[in-house]
């Protein structure tokens, strides 16, 4: 069985969460088959295994998931983004506005070195506010985003464009 074949029919649909009218991706079922877990790092690598990759970005909660097991395929760091507030050094953060009012994220001042190729990493790939703004947290620290990496793509939300700017490398193992 094809690899995004397995994702579909591994993945679970629940609807009317977290609000009614949302039908939400559940990737927690992917987790109990570690074949599949190692297909998906395996998967991702492949398509970025030409490029200097220097460090992998996870993006809290679920981009810690993957993103651990995608820097220790390619032998790089893991560096993790947070909600403000979560890490205890110093940090550098970005803030940015969501539907309904604004978020910040951070990253310890020291985690991501000057011209650095990083992937960004989270499971869902959605409006792309908050994958957007993890690639201007990296900017900031003048590293460069060598790509992204999800799990999952809701194509109609058409998060692609708003990260297209940052890389033209974009991932998605499984397109809804």
């Known amino acids: 069985m094809k690899l995004q074949q397995q994702l579909k029919s591994t993945i679970r649909d629940i609807p009317d969460f977290p609000k009614k009218g949302i039908l939400f991706r559940d990737v927690t079922p992917i987790l109990k088959n570690p074949k ?10 492949n398509k970025f295994s030409k490029k200097k990759i220097n460090a992998i970005v996870g ?20 560096i993790i983004v947070r909600k403000a507030g979560k890490l205890p050094y110093q940090t550098i ?14 990253t ?19 409006t792309g506010g908050t994958a957007a703004a993890t690639a201007q947290l990296v900017r900031m ?16 939300l058409n998060g692609k464009k708003n990260i297209q700017k940052f890389s033209k490398n974009i991932v998605s193992l499984v397109k809804y």
């Open 93 to 106: 953060s970005y803030e940015y506005n969501l539907e309904y009012g604004s978020a910040k994220i951070e």
């Open 141 to 156: 620290q003048k590293a460069t985003v060598a790509g992204f990496a999800f799990i999952i793509e809701l194509n109609f």
């Open 36 to 45: 599949l877990c190692r297909n998906i790092v395996e998967d991702i690598y």
């Open 108 to 126: 310890h001042i020291d985690d991501i070195q000057a011209g650095w190729n990083v992937i960004i990493h989270d499971d869902l790939l959605a």
């Open 59 to 78: 993006v809290e909660s679920r981009g810690f998931l993957f993103g651990m097991m995608l820097a220790q395929r390619f032998d790089v760091p893991f």
